[in-house]
């Protein structure tokens, strides 16, 4: 079943590019993956292993699995596949290039986390490198400069696949062989291979200062590209130092893990300011989930500073992983949704400057609560996912901290970035008031609100954020 | 009959030049498909003799300078592949040798195009399986010559002229210092068997004649600082002939290269040495062909500096001693470079041009083609789950093994390398999707290169998921 899910995206690229008419393609395959990944991550036994030898020196497997934490990205990926093939507008004539690149995308991202083995987990992430080039460079918003930032974009996660490639390659040749059941702590340099693995999922992950592609890549990609981009792509980095750098490297891990706190605090201060300066709604959409990957790092600072377990003695994933984990999922989800209503917003105004935005609120009501919604999300409030993330993610900085000790680098990492929240307050507190209430300006007037085809990935996405929020368990269960 | 393969080839080729001369074939490009065909039964002969239970040992009178173990069938395999490659794309592009060496354009003159190429495979393969000094040099002049008159071949071109004066020059040059290392070698040892090289001690004359030998072969795989040659020749060259210097060529520099340093690299008298001066040219050649590639705006001579740029990875392989990983890489190589190649002479026989821009807009014109030389540019590149990429893994994996060997200056050099590949190889990818094309016409595909294109293709998906079978093969 697990082939199924990773053939099914590319045997519909195919079948798109030989002429199928592509957005039904597109939508029935998506469905198809939904379905077949729900259940697959409910029953991870039932959904089988694939295990082929694909090099016998260095031993490399072509091999599928999953388990707690591959479940649950893998939810992630299959609903927001789903969404992003509903949403945005496929400019005319364009549908084979706009559809296929979604189903390459997603074919990537289920591949990475789904396979079981470091090679090709890596080389799945990268099947998106050329459709996110394409995408970017030939329908990307932006006018000339969306080539620019193309071409930034693929040379920046190239060279960060590249140092990436060099850790994996270091850790590799010291292992048995390239399956994740392998991976065990390595003899010889380590602290070589975690600051490899740290820059490299690092600038996958757009952790500062490796972070300046992100922004604009997302402000200027086609609304399905951005939502699969940040909400999906960018997990691999995080899952990868999770599952591979903690694995493989854990006293490297904690040689480095203050430089690692200093720059997770610069992704959510430094960026986070920075994000309270966009003018622009997509800029600063782009910068937010800049900001969001700092408590992801935080999480998996707190996993290193604590031995670099992910998994307990029996069984289920540590606070820290599991931390990790569920706001990997929520962020996924809310920064998807983000960008399709954003996309929305565009389509119906003509812009995204929020000084040109105003009152939207008067002439689209739904489309105002759906992204007051996404912006409590982004926010924090509890009742959704991201808040039930977040709160794991500050207790986990103080686990196994008791109030005789002195406070060590994760805890007072922990109360700095605790003040992230009230940053995320600000922009997107700022950005919903400029957006949608106060005088309805001159390009908000004759909007019409979201119609029911616009509303289907705003709806299943918003489902998701209050399901999550309300009952983390739904995901938690999973884990274990 | 696996050591008669060779002088099967080489009667080949006379029949053709026979045919050509006295009883001239209507259409002279018919050679080309019966040398394709004749070289098929060889190759086919090849694998049938090659099995395991059949080898045997070299006759009696040959036996001092030949021998066949995996790696020779390997190249012998090569260099067949690579020439049924060359004279069906030579098929496709007689359009452009015609007008080129005739003046009202028939093919009168240009007989010789499509038999000249199999002597130069007799040679390879003699090459291959060389064991002797003096037989691989006998063999290298059989190579070197029969380019020298192909690379001219389009005597009407100047371009062609010209890279064929530079080539010959400089190639009798290097010949010249192949000749002078082998005396020093055979004044140091006192054999020119290289079975016989075994208890070496270090002495500087040894060293020295290795120094001459390893700068010939530099110049023939193109290595920094021999490596000046190659943009120049490599577009002047008619486009079949580049594309059978680029993989054939290289491939039996290394294969010779292999075969004479193998003794060298495994005595501890003479491995120190030897290692560093193959690092020393590995990054060179890397950063050479790497940064020079990057303003590049003539596909053919992108070609030509993004060989030299995968001849550094090799170079860097064949210093680590990880043979078979640069058997490997030399495989995938020959896939892709035959694979663009035949892109290349398609776009300049029906556009009658070379630059990147030619191929502005192929997406619209021709989707299948766009398709395939995107796949084609990823797989040079190194994009994953592409046989380039298993290609470089390989080489990657082999000099961090081998840290304490190659050190870490030159794997950085090499992955720095390998991102700029990122920046050129895509430029075409952008010519192909991002422009626009003043004539919106399609594209005409004749059928050898269409099928050529798809297969080549097809393989380097296949092999960049699954690249066991390419292992078998090298034993």
Known sequence: MLLALLLIPLIATIAILAGAPARLTTLGAAAINLILGLFAACCPACAGTVSWLVLEEPAIHFSLGIDGMSAVMLVLSVIV????????????????????????????????????DLFFFYAFHELALIPTFLMIGILGRGGNERKAIAWKTTVYLAFGSIVLLAGIILAGTQLKSFAFADLAAVAEHQNAIALLLIIGFGTLVSLFPFHSWAAPAYASAPAPIAMLHAGVLKKFGLYGLLRVGLAVAPE???????LLLVLLLCNIIWVGLVTINQKNLANMLGNSSVMHMGYIFLAI????????????????????????????????ISIALSFSLADRIEAKTGTLEMNKLGGLAKTAPKLC?????????????????????????????????????????????????????VISAVYMLRAFRNTFQGPVEAKCENVTDLSLLEKAPAILLSIVLLAVGLYPNLLLNLLK | MQYYLEFIVAGLGLVLLLWEAFAAPKKKATLALVGATGLTAVLVALIASSCSTCASTAPEWMSRFVSNDGYATFFKGFALVSTILVLLMSFDFQKVINKFTSPDGSDTNAGE??????????????????TDLVSIFVALELVTIAFYVMVAFMRRNVGSLEAGVKYLILGALSTGFLVYGIAWVYGATGTTEIAKFVDLESSSALLFGLALIIISLGFKVGAAPMQLWIPDVYQGAP???????SVASKAAGFGVAITILRPFLASPATQGSVVTILVIM?????????????????FKRLLAYSSIAHAGFLLLGLATGAFDSVLFYLATYLIMTFAAFFVLALIRSEEDSEEISALNGLGKRNPLLAGALTIIMASMAGVPLTAGFVGKFKIFEAALTNLDKVSWLVIVIAFIGAAAGFYYYFKVIRAIYWNSSEKGSAIHLPLITKV???????????????PLPIFDLIG
């Open chain 1, 301 to 332: 600072a707190a996993a290193i500073a604590s031995g670099g377990q992910i998994t307990n003695a029996d069984g289920g994933l540590t606070l820290a992983a599991s931390a990790a984990v569920l706001l990997m999922f929520a962020h996924g």
């Open chain 1, 369 to 421: 609560f759906l992204f007051g919604l996404v912006a409590m999300a982004s926010i924090g409030l509890p009742g959704l996912a991201n808040f039930a993330g977040e709160i794991m993610v500050f207790l986990s900085g103080f686990e196994g901290w008791t109030s005789d000790q002195d406070l060590g680098p994760v805890q007072i990492a922990t109360i700095i970035a605790i003040w992230g929240v």
């Open chain 2, 113 to 130: 195009f499509y038999c000249l190429p199999i002597f130069a495979c007799a040679g390879l393969m003699w090459m291959a399986s060389a």
């Open chain 2, 282 to 298: 590995a990054a060179g050649t890397l950063l050479y062909g790497n940064l020079a590639a990057l303003s590049q705006t003539n």
């Open chain 1, 252 to 258: 490297g891990m904690q040689h480095w893990l203050n």
């Open chain 2, 452 to 466: 050529s294109v798809i297969v080549l293709t097809i393989a380097l998906l296949v092999f960049g998921v699954f």
């Open chain 2, 239 to 245: 486009t079949p002939i580049t594309a059978f210097l």
């Open chain 1, 81 to 116: 596949t789903l969404a992003a093939a509903l949403s945005g507008t496929c400019p005319e004539g364009r549908e084979k290039l706009w559809y296929s690149s979604i189903l390459l995308i997603a074919a990537g991202a289920i591949g990475a986390f789904i396979s079981t």
